[in-house]
């Protein structure tokens, strides 16, 4: 059973840089037709997909975020990361780290959310 | 604001059904048959319960169904129980470069 992990601090000053790890356990995160993403929700709104990347490393970045958001792989880690600079108190929410099937167009598996706070 | 529509709530009696819809584009609902619908309580993550217009995953109750017509895809709840009482959020594939977008997400309500 696939598992996914994040972690990273809970508290951001602003204009400073968000930095999240997603750790990927029961499985290699380098098997499989699977692309890393990263989602975010603020309190009381609905998801917001950042971006996404591959094993091999190819990214994509929602156009709304992508000057900010940079996404990277370690395979020997099991592991993928989010920072995403120059933050606001607009960037507040629960993020999410999840792995996309991309045979079945879903998000199969989910992290449990953090919560990421920016403020001074 | 969020790329697919939703009405912001729904609700039903136990026992009732209730439809949810989600309205999108030609570019992404209209246009693949990669729309999945998700289920969130509070503090929870996300649960995949419709996958590719209206297939279910393993261990989600038949009650849950799906479907899309043009560009509009629909989340039908029947026998509606008390522990179906929360957001659902539709999603679709977009293609390449916008990859997936989401809807605003329905409060479903059992009264």
């Known amino acids: 059973q696939v598992q996914l992990q994040e972690s990273g601090p809970g508290l951001v000053k602003p204009s400073q840089t968000l930095s999240l790890t997603c750790t990927v356990s029961?499985?290699?995160?380098?098997?499989?037709?699977?692309?890393w993403s990263w989602i975010r929700q603020p309190a009381g709104k609905g998801l917001e997909w950042i971006g996404r990347?591959?094993?091999?490393?190819?990214?994509n970045y929602n156009s709304f975020l992508k000057s900010q958001v940079t996404i990277s792989v370690d395979t020997s880690k099991n592991q993928f990361s989010l920072k995403l600079s120059s933050v606001t108190a607009a960037d507040t929410a629960v993020y999410y780290c999840a792995r996309w099937d991309t045979s079945s167009g879903i998000f199969d598996y989910w992290g449990q959310g953090t919560l990421v706070t920016v403020s001074s | 604001q969020s790329a697919l529509t939703q009405t912001p709530s729904a609700s039903g009696s136990p026992g009732q059904s209730v439809t949810i819809s989600c309205t999108g584009t030609?570019?992404?609902?209209?246009?693949?048959?990669?729309v999945s619908w998700y289920q969130q309580h509070p503090g929870k993550a996300p649960k995949l319960m419709i996958y590719e217009v209206s297939k279910r995953p393993s261990g989600v109750p038949d009650r849950f169904s799906g479907s899309k017509s043009g560009n509009t895809a629909s989340l039908t709840v029947s026998g509606l129980q008390a522990e179906d009482e929360a957001d659902y959020y539709c999603?679709?594939?977009?293609?390449?470069?916008?990859?997936?977008?989401f809807g605003g997400g329905t409060k479903l309500t059992v009264l």
């Open positions: 990347i591959s094993t091999s490393g190819s990214t």
């Open positions: 029961g499985g290699s995160i380098s098997s499989g037709s699977y692309y």
């Open positions: 999603s679709s594939y977009a293609g390449s470069s916008i990859f997936v977008v």
């Open positions: 030609s570019s992404d609902v209209g246009g693949y048959n990669y």
